[in-house]
């Protein structure tokens, strides 16, 4: 595709139940990040994707939140028992080249816990 | 870990002035690069400027130009001729040199950008 593409683009769900985000890169990018962004704040850093390296996952905020990348391309980022603090727009971005190191972003996924 | 400083959480500006972010950053690796992202209202981030640290030459691209002092870890961001849609979320980043997930991408916690008439 053209550019980075992440689906849903709004989910509304009820607190205890399980989502899936997806994010489909750029063809031939083997960076891949998922990023969370709360209402006007900035960027929190969740899971990073690079080739065949183990994934970063350091920003993951607790257990119910894991993210996997098939095949090198397409990756879901998956939050089970839902909470209200889950709530925010998700943003995922993939890169081509090492050496330029830009990213291209998604329009994100934005979550409504109720 | 490095660590990347936007201190202006709000700035505005006049149409057609000048005006300029600060970033600062934290890091003892020689090889880096860094980067300013805009966010506007839609919400899809885009890159507007890039540095390498071994390149002594500011990045510019048309009215966006850097302020890079290497050994003073600061990388700021001056926008000439200020546009109504330059109004924005601005965001400071940091990227290692180094390969894999050691390259990771950190922001700094951005800047709002107001333009007024």
């Known amino acids: 595709g053209a550019g980075v593409s992440q689906s849903p683009s709004n989910k509304v769900t009820e607190k205890g139940k399980d989502v899936e985000l997806r994010c489909d890169p750029i063809?031939?990018?083997?960076?891949l990040y998922w990023y969370r962004q709360s209402l006007g704040q900035g960027l929190e850093f969740l899971i990073y994707f690079q080739g065949n390296s183990a994934p970063d996952k350091s920003g993951l905020p607790s257990d119910r939140f894991s993210a996997e990348r098939t095949g090198g391309s397409v990756s879901t980022l998956t939050i089970q028992r839902t909470q209200q603090e889950d709530s925010a727009v998700y943003l995922c971005?993939?890169?081509?080249?090492?050496?330029?190191?830009?990213?291209?972003f998604g329009e994100g996924s934005r979550l409504t816990v109720l | 870990a490095q660590t990347v400083t936007q201190s202006q959480p709000e700035m505005s500006v006049q149409e057609a002035e000048t005006v300029t972010l600060s970033c600062t950053y934290d890091t003892s690796e020689s090889d880096y690069y860094l980067f300013w992202y805009k966010q506007p209202p839609s919400r899809q981030m885009i890159l507007v400027i890039r540095?390498?640290?071994?390149?002594?030459q500011n990045a510019t691209e048309n009215r966006f130009s850097v302020n890079f002092q290497k050994a003073a870890k600061s990388f700021s961001l001056k926008i000439s001729d200020s546009q109504l849609g330059d109004a924005a979320m601005y965001f400071c980043a940091y990227r290692s040199g180094y390969t894999g997930t050691a390259s990771k991408l950190t922001f700094g916690t951005g800047t709002r950008l107001q333009v007024t008439l």
């Open positions: 540095q390498e640290a071994y390149k002594q």
């Open positions: 971005a993939s890169g081509r080249d090492f050496d330029t190191g830009e990213l291209f």
């Open positions: 063809s031939g990018h083997t960076a």
